[in-house]
């Protein structure tokens, strides 16, 4: 593949585009904090990147609690949408990069490991939708991170080759998934990440405006 001309770019979502990943600690900080628990960073990590079954059955498991993995998943949502308002906002240099790429005429996808809804309300907000060419979310696979197949589906639905897609992704999980399905995966680690092992991306860059990732891509800023 030349990365400087790359047929297509491929975004996880939470952590990566938007600061979900802070609002998602506040949301496992009240969550756990009902049941008597602290939120660690250790479980944080171990929840990261993961698929909602997977993320709260490893929360399940870490405390022992007696809630499903649906009982979870649904109290966190109700928190989550509650606190979009006052804590969700695009990272650093998102808007400009996804200009960037829309003037140079490079497709672009979102891989996400979160649920169908939450990918909604997170994206609406900022009317998203549109810019990319497909969405893949939790519903669209049986696998999650850090099994390759919702990358794998990315480059299909592209009619690529997985080494024909550029991954960003901000955590080992998504990372793994990236680099296992065989795409060039550029890791952007995030403050809830900083401590993750990205030893199988291609490059590690401080964050969505690093002049090289605009040279990796070939776009101007």
């Known amino acids: 593949m030349n ?18 990943e802070d609002v998602y600690w506040h949301v496992g900080s009240a969550v756990l904090r009902r049941r008597g628990y ?7 990590h171990a929840m990261m990147g993961c698929t909602p079954r997977s993320a709260f059955q490893t929360m399940i498991q870490w405390h022992a609690l007696g809630d499903s993995w649906e009982q979870l998943a649904a109290e ?14 695009p990272m650093p240099g998102l808007l400009d990069l996804l200009a960037a790429l829309e003037a140079a005429g490079i497709a672009k996808a979102i891989a996400t490991s979160s649920q169908p809804r939450l990918v909604d309300v997170v994206l609406s907000r900022f009317q998203m939708q549109p810019r990319f060419q497909f969405i893949l979310t939790s519903a669209d696979v049986v696998q999650g991170k850090p099994d390759p197949e919702i990358y794998l589906k990315a480059a299909q639905r592209f009619g690529l080759s997985p080494p024909e897609i550029v991954v960003l992704e901000d955590s080992q999980n998504g990372c793994r998934a990236a680099a296992a399905a065989g795409a060039f995966t550029v890791a952007v680690p995030g403050e809830h990440s900083r401590t993750h092992d990205f030893s199988v991306a291609k490059m590690v860059i401080d964050s969505l405006e690093d002049p090289r990732l605009y040279e990796l891509l070939g776009i101007k800023g």
């Open 38 to 44: 602290q939120y660690t960073r250790e479980l944080c």
């Open 3 to 20: 990365v400087a001309a790359p047929h297509a770019v491929v975004f996880d979502m939470d952590g990566l585009m938007f600061n979900t």
């Open 76 to 89: 966190s949502e109700a928190v989550f949408v509650e606190l979009l308002d006052d804590y969700l906002a």
